[in-house]
């Protein structure tokens, strides 16, 4: 069965906190993403890689780095966590760009910055 | 404005009603639509995957877009307990690399 393996489903980190988020696929995808999902305002790009060391922003990069050295892991970073980064954050894998790909999710981070 | 817009719900039904979920969308380049259901706790998974306008059914799940009116559907019918869950609209243009997101509605099918 196809795997998105996120490492922590719950995390508390303070304020100014340096915060990594994990991700892990086994499908042997090209794509990688971070979503970060919030009540009422759905899924947001935070930032995607569709190679190894290749890296583009989404929507919401501001606050954020990504880090993929191998093709099947995908690292979130959180450079100095605040408030406003509570939240639910999604990763994804797809096999193709630029056509309507099927993302495959992990189930998720719920990060909690006090 | 919002690129899609989704109605957050909630929205309660009987087992065995027919449910209707539907997305609106101002940017006419999408062509790839799709249908994610995510179960609390748990990433989105792909239900439904539509190119184009037109109608695509699978078990009991219709998927229906209307290009001209920029406007997408879902149909559960015979809607059970186990449908209970956050759907969400989603859709792609051609050659883009970002699926846009509704902000999902959540379903409750009650027994």
């Known amino acids: 069965d196809v795997k998105v393996t996120q490492s922590s489903r719950y995390l508390v980190k303070r304020t100014g906190e340096k915060v990594f988020l994990e991700c892990v696929q086994d499908m042997d995808h090209e794509n990688m993403f971070w979503y970060r999902q919030d009540p009422g305002l759905g899924l947001r790009l935070i930032y995607f890689?569709?190679?190894?060391?290749?890296?583009e922003k989404g929507d919401i990069p501001e606050g954020y780095s990504v880090s993929r050295e191998k093709k099947e892991r995908f690292s979130l970073i959180l450079e100095s966590a605040s408030t406003n980064q509570t939240s639910m954050y999604l990763c994804?894998?797809?096999?193709?760009?630029?056509?309507?790909?099927?993302?495959?999710f992990g189930s998720g981070t719920q990060l909690s910055v006090l | 404005q919002k690129e899609v817009e989704q109605d957050p719900g909630p929205l309660s039904v009987p087992e065995g009603a027919i449910v209707s979920l539907n997305c609106t969308y101002s940017n006419s380049a999408f062509q790839y639509f799709m249908w994610y259901r995510q179960y609390s706790r748990k990433g989105p998974e792909l239900l439904m995957y539509?190119?184009?306008?037109g109608n695509k059914e699978d078990g009991r799940f219709t998927a229906q877009v209307d290009k001209s009116s920029k406007y997408i559907s879902l149909f559960i019918r015979d809607s059970q307990p186990s449908d209970s869950a956050t759907y969400l609209c989603a859709m792609k243009a051609t050659g883009g690399f970002k699926t846009i997101f509704g902000a999902g509605t959540r379903l409750f099918v009650k027994a």
């Open positions: 539509t190119y184009s306008s």
């Open positions: 890689s569709y190679d190894v060391k290749m890296k």
């Open positions: 994804a894998s797809s096999s193709a760009l630029g056509v309507g790909e099927k993302l495959f």
